[in-house]
């Protein structure tokens, strides 16, 4: 009997394991080193799990992944969000689409997928508080160093899949430089930022606001900002624990970053990062699909910046400039009597008009149109399209976090996701140097990756 030993049991682990449940001759040992398999599935989508994308199968990979598009173009192909979708119907999830084509189980819990998945699984031997830590060759064959409450025991395998997420152990990541692979140094990515001025009196005011549409960029990294990568993490938090801080990079070539697109997927020449959706304010600065795509997409330029950024917003990213100008004449003439905090003439809540927009423009919320000033209705137009703020932090996570970084995907071969250099060793999910914007494309790289990595250990067998 062959014998598969998976490292990791999330979503890119199990997932391998259910494709591989009626592969007869095959012993499947999942090594996870909490608690109980799919964790971050349970948590994902405030545990409602967002577990696709159906723009997936539309639109190309850059739309939606900063590092590894490339790579996935084909695998997304074999196993897309179609197929996947198909797969949790068939295992008993219904689902339904939502805006953006975001998929949902439609009992709203996160707990269906991931039952769907351990009963797919049934099969496999779970090891829960189980951590490995060293993975090994010995002749034709691998050996799983793994440790338990203390305890370490020594698991023989043919074929041995990491999956162990973003966080790589030390240990485990020198073992694997060992057999040759390198890796892309890590950083934090898809999180919420603090801003400055979010402890001022007025803040709470703008806490819960959302604007629908807003477009959001990060041109370069504060002058004079260090590397905070280089400085070896100084202040580390519960993600970087267990970390291993690399060599400072940037995300503005092709070394594992794309430029970001637009929401119409046209790449900016200046390498600025960019993003577009809904912006959330929280009590502590911004969140909302728009924040976390742009810390996606920025993510090692923040760090290196000790997340320190200038962030401009426009808030109506749909109209050109001359529009937002004649919006502010036709408010002269239409509402020439209204107070300007009475009379808002654009598509964003009355309460980031009044208690941000107007003052950040200067302008007494209580002037009425007719009395504003040809100067004043430039600010007005400039804070509408430019609202500058400045970033001083990253917000904690709460058990939901992705990372870039990790295993170089140049050192994989995705039409099996098999390590070109050590053959039966496998990668899939998020211990590769991909991740993705939120939206359930990260959930999807996970799914097709281990699809692919299954196939191959199937045909294998």
Sequence with gaps: MKR????????????????????????????????????????????????????????PPKNFYPRGASKLRKPLR?????????????????????????????????????????????????????????????????????????????????????????????????????????FAPPAPSLFAMRMAGADKPGWEKLAGISAEDAALKIAAAPAGAESARARQFPRRGKMEADIESGKAETDTGDAGAEPAPTKRGQNPSNAQYRSRGALLFTHFGISGPAALELSSRAARLLQDSE?????????????????????????????????????????????????????????????????????????????????????????????????????????????????KICPNLFFAGECLDIDAITGGFNLQAAWTTAKICADAIAARI
């Excluded at 394991?17 to 599935?41: C, F, H, T, W, Y």
């Excluded at 339904?96 to 496999?124: M, N, Q, T």
């Excluded at 598509?347 to 000033?373: F, H, Q, V, Y």
């Design 307 to 419: 997340y320190r950024a200038e962030i401009t917003a426009d808030f109506l990213p749909s109209q050109t400039r001359e529009q937002t100008a004649q919006s502010i004449s036709k408010a002269r003439t239409n509402f020439a009597r209204s107070k300007l905090k009475n009379a808002n003439p654009f598509p964003i809540p009355a309460r980031l008009w009044e208690g941000l927009i107007l003052p950040n423009a200067g302008i007494d919320s209580e002037k009425t149109w007719a009395n504003l000033s040809k100067s004043e209705g430039n600010s007005l137009a400039e804070q509408m399209r430019e609202t500058k703020f400045e970033c001083v932090g990253r917000a904690p996570n709460k058990g939901e976090f992705v990372t870039c970084g990790g295993l170089n995907c140049d050192e994989a071969d995705f039409s099996k996701m098999e390590s």
């Design 78 to 182: 074999h196993f897309g969000a179609a197929q996947c979708a198909k797969w949790f119907r068939e295992a008993g999830v219904e689902w339904r689409e939502e805006d953006g084509g975001r998929v949902f189980p439609k009992s709203g819990r996160s707990s269906c997928v991931a039952s769907a998945i351990l009963r797919a699984a049934k099969g496999a031997r779970i090891f829960t508080k189980t951590a490995a830590v060293a993975v090994s060759r010995r002749g034709g064959e691998y050996e799983v160093l793994a440790r338990s409450e203390g305890r370490e025991t020594r698991l023989k395998a043919d074929f041995v899949l990491v999956a162990c997420g973003g966080i790589w152990t030390k240990e485990l990541k020198r073992s694997l430089e060992a057999l040759g692979h390198s």
């Design 4 to 59: 598969l030993a998976i490292i990791g049991g999330g979503a890119a682990g199990m997932f391998c394991a259910a494709m591989l449940e009626n592969a007869r001759g095959l012993r499947i040992d999942v090594l996870e080193r909490s608690g109980a398999p799919l964790q971050k599935v349970l948590a994902s989508g405030g545990g409602r799990c967002n577990f696709t994308n159906l723009k997936i199968d539309f639109e």
